[in-house]
């Protein structure tokens, strides 16, 4: 029931003398009659009524909360079909920070109206095109969730060829330029490190951001030359460089050899310093954690399962899935700051790249207009239950 804050006041004023004065069964009838007249909840009425809690002086202006009646103040700009399209958005970006989300609203609608999943007006898109961060963050506010999990670390150091693999240090590297890769191994043990067990190996673009991933059946050398083959050619530019970590995967004279044959500079991070290669580590979570999480996986039949998903997984984050690159941190004390720049997908990232050719724009552009997003998050969604079968089995 719907009442101004006038009649409320009135109801009870009239019953508080009365309530004090009654005995506790008495109270109770009380105290539910003013709860269905007023709809203040238990905890509030009974406050009023014993005189704990001041009654609420009612607006001059306005027998309810909200705008006055001759029309005076703000009218809400975002309503209930708003929130019901931006938490579509929400979900298809896998429930991101509102700044990613902002950052990927533009291409994510177009590509659930271009394949027929909403249908919206001109005047709705146009609200949802504008909305800042901070608005998503107050519609979203009651929506969010947080999982918070922990693996193990099976990397090895390398203790061959390091004086002939340099540490990365900017003279043959640049960051400025596509084609200089990260990688890194994920390791699918669950919470045993016995046995053979598969990975990831991830590669990601220092630039562009542009991420992909393959699994392979151990760290045997012909699977990590094979999928670091492969993704070369997923890539949609030249690899150039490669900097890894010091795991025995990489820092030994076969992937070395390789490195040299096929003209690519080959560097390495300092030994027990991660944020060396913080590009890698940040979408070993981002890209490979979250989609597959912790569970232990083996065999062929699960690698193939995985670099289904993996294929997928690509076109998802490289063209959709928005990211912020750190430009500045700055030290006053103990405090630090960081300032990042806006949020760019990975194929927005190439296209404004002007040392990338036309011909490569063009290739990427056509396949981000065949993309029906939603449906990669279905086959994304449907590869990620036949894991979890997979990872049961084998326990």
Known sequence: MSMSMDARKEVSEQLCSKYRKAKKKEKGRILDNVIETTGWCRKHTA???????????????????????DGRGRRPKYGVEH????????????????????????????????CGHIVIDDALYADMCAMSPSTMDRLLSFDRKSLVIKGRATTKPGTLLKSQIPIRRGSDWSEDRAGFVEVDCVAHCGTSAAGEFALTLDMTDVKSTWTH?????????????????????????????????????????????????ND???????????????????????????????????????????????????????????SQKLIEKTRDGARVTKKHDKGLTPYRRIMQDKDIPSEVKDKLTTVFLSLDVLELRSQIAYLQDALKKLAVLNG
């Open 83 to 114: 929130k019901a399209v931006l938490k579509k958005v929400w979900a298809v970006l896998d429930f991101s920070s509102s700044v990613r989300v902002a950052a990927g609203m533009k291409d994510v609608l177009n590509s659930l109206i271009r």
């Open 264 to 322: 690519l500079v080959f560097t390495r991070g300092r030994p027990e310093t991660k944020n060396d290669g913080c590009f890698i580590e940040e979408k070993n979570w981002s890209v490979v954690r979250r989609f597959t999480a912790y569970y232990r996986f083996e065999g062929q039949e699960t690698v193939d399962v995985l670099n289904m998903m993996y294929d997928q997984l690509a076109l998802y984050i490289n063209y959709f899935m928005p």
């Open 213 to 261: 991933p393959r699994a392979i059946r151990n760290k045997a050398r012909v699977h990590t030359i094979g999928a670091v083959d492969y993704l070369k050619a997923a890539f949609p530019f030249p690899i150039l460089g490669i900097d890894s970590d010091n795991g025995s995967e990489f820092i030994n004279e076969h992937f070395l050899a390789y490195c040299t044959n």
């Open 47 to 69: 406050g009023v009524l014993a005189g704990r809690i001041p009654i609420p002086k009612a607006s001059k202006n306005s027998k309810k909360k909200g705008r006055p009646p």
